[in-house]
């Protein structure tokens, strides 16, 4: 096994759960916080998606499929097109409002197209610095595990807010 396919289990991972938490809901429960400052499995999963696309698109030297391939206006949401959802107040997090399809549209968009550029990866590439702002400077393999960890991280948290919905 190489670096570039245990990338892409790692990767592999995130879309089954989101999609299970997701599915079947329509975006009035995709929508609903556990209390005012929670936030909504729509929120989670939107924000999973731009960090991903954001982080590797900067890292792969590409244009983020957020606007390359429309669909920060399909979502048509009130922020500018390079916001990711980092630093939200309650109030933003709010108005982040959208249905499953295209939510997982979005998601399985992002995905193909990092998995398309981890499959050409090597071990060498890991090693490259792609933010000198940091002390150490953050590599390329640093930035890939630390996008996977909190794409996990927040597609746990949508699986968990999915499950007490269920429950209520």
Same mark, same amino acid.
């Given at each position: 096994?190489? +670096?570039?396919? +245990?990338? /892409?289990? !790692?990767?592999?991972? +995130?879309?089954?759960? @989101?999609?299970?938490?997701?599915?079947?809901?329509? &975006?009035?429960?995709?929508?609903? #916080?556990? %209390? &005012? !400052?929670?936030?909504? +499995?729509?929120?989670?999963?939107?924000? /999973? $998606?731009?960090? =991903?696309?954001?982080?590797?698109? &900067?890292?792969?030297?590409?244009?983020? $499929?957020?606007?390359?391939?429309?669909?920060?206006? #399909?979502?048509?949401?009130?922020?500018?097109? !390079?916001? $990711?959802?980092?630093?939200?107040?309650?109030? =933003? @997090?709010? #108005?982040?409002?959208?249905?499953?399809?295209?939510?997982?549209?979005?998601?399985?968009?992002?995905? *193909?197209?990092?998995? =398309?550029?981890?499959?050409?990866? $090597?071990?060498? %590439?890991? %090693?490259?610095?792609?933010?000198? *702002?940091?002390?150490?400077?953050?590599?390329?393999?640093? #930035?890939?595990?630390?996008?996977?960890?909190?794409?996990?991280?927040?597609? !746990?948290?949508?699986?968990?807010?999915?499950?007490?919905?269920?429950?209520?």
């Amino acid at each position: 096994m190489d +670096i570039a396919d +245990i990338l /892409l289990d !790692g990767y592999g991972r +995130i879309s089954p759960v @989101v999609h299970a938490a997701v599915e079947g809901l329509d &975006e009035e429960a995709l929508s609903m #916080r556990l %209390d &005012e !400052g929670a936030n909504s +499995i729509a929120w989670l999963v939107w924000h /999973l $998606t731009r960090v =991903q696309d954001d982080h590797v698109s &900067e890292v792969a030297g590409h244009e983020q $499929t957020w606007t390359a391939d429309g669909w920060a206006e #399909r979502f048509g949401l009130p922020f500018g097109p !390079g916001e $990711t959802g980092y630093g939200f107040s309650a109030e =933003q @997090v709010g #108005r982040v409002r959208a249905g499953a399809d295209l939510l997982t549209g979005y998601l399985d968009a992002v995905s *193909a197209r990092t998995a =398309q550029y981890l499959r050409g990866l $090597t071990g060498a %590439d890991l %090693d490259r610095v792609v933010d000198d *702002a940091w002390d150490p400077p953050v590599t390329l393999g640093v #930035r890939l595990v630390s996008v996977l960890d909190d794409d996990l991280e927040h597609a !746990g948290q949508a699986a968990f807010v999915r499950g007490v919905l269920d429950r209520r």
